[in-house]
């Protein structure tokens, strides 16, 4: 516009809320693979946040640990005299490979919690190597659980989101969706395909006021 320029402007800066300390507030939290390194730091951080969460992996006991190590956090425990906040964050068992399984823990979460706000989708494996060394059966599994698996978990949130008008799913991708490494490539292959189908899903998804995103970390370890 002719004699405005960008000091004319008021921009927001930060979270529209103006407090993103309470934006996970009272929010339903589904996260797959949370009985490992990421996973396991996303469903305490957004514990730590309010939100009550659902720690879902294939590895009940790995889960189980994770409620627990949540659940004795100080930060958690001071200003819970009622001891409310054990009903906050809960482990089931769900392998994102089995079209039941999934079905089912998202129901159980449906009658407990009577909605899901936001669906991390994090549970893979790291199947690795050179290919002509990479079985058939390894690409099957490797694709199961890595792509049909966020696309079976968002299969059944969808419509929940869809039904609320909000929603979010994370997709974790990562930094091997985007670059080649030395004997990668079925894991790779998996991370790419999560790029895509979080364009399509995103794009699909937009209009009933649902975000869909990736992340794509460089290589983590649990400390
Ligand atoms: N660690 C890294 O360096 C790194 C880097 C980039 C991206 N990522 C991505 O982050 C995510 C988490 O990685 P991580 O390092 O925490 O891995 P991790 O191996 O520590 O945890 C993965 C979890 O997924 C669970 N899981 C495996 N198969 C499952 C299934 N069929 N159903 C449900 N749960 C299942 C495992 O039991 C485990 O608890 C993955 O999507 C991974 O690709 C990791």
């Given at each position: 516009m002719e004699g405005s320029t960008v000091q004319d402007k008021k921009f927001e800066v930060?979270?529209?809320?103006?407090?993103?300390?309470?934006?996970?507030?009272?929010k339903i939290v589904f996260v797959t693979g949370a009985g490992g390194a990421i996973g396991s730091s996303i469903a305490h951080t957004c514990a730590l946040h309010g939100a009550k969460v659902v720690v879902a992996d294939v590895n009940k006991q790995t889960a189980d640990e994770v409620v627990k190590t949540i659940l004795t956090d100080k930060a958690l425990v001071q200003g819970d005299a009622n001891n409310e906040?054990?009903?906050r964050v809960i482990s089931v068992e769900l392998d994102v490979a089995d079209d039941t399984s999934v079905k089912n823990s998202v129901n159980a979460i449906l009658t407990k919690?009577?909605?899901?706000d936001i669906l991390v989708n994090n549970a893979a494996i790291?199947?690795?190597?050179?290919i002509e060394n990479i079985s058939a059966e390894d690409w099957t599994k490797v694709f199961n659980i890595n792509v049909r698996g966020y696309a079976l978990m968002a299969k059944y949130v969808v419509p929940i989101m869809k039904k609320q008008k909000s929603g979010c799913i994370i997709n974790m991708a990562s930094h091997s969706s985007l670059i080649a490494q030395p004997a990668f490539v079925p894991y790779s292959t998996t991370k790419g395909a999560i790029l895509q189908m979080t364009r399509n899903l995103a794009l699909d998804l937009g209009p009933f006021n649902i975000r869909v995103l990736s992340i794509c970390p460089g290589t983590i370890c649990k400390i």
């Open positions: 930060g979270p529209p809320s103006g407090n993103w300390q309470s934006l996970l507030l009272n906040n054990t009903e919690w009577k909605t899901i790291f199947t690795l190597g050179e």
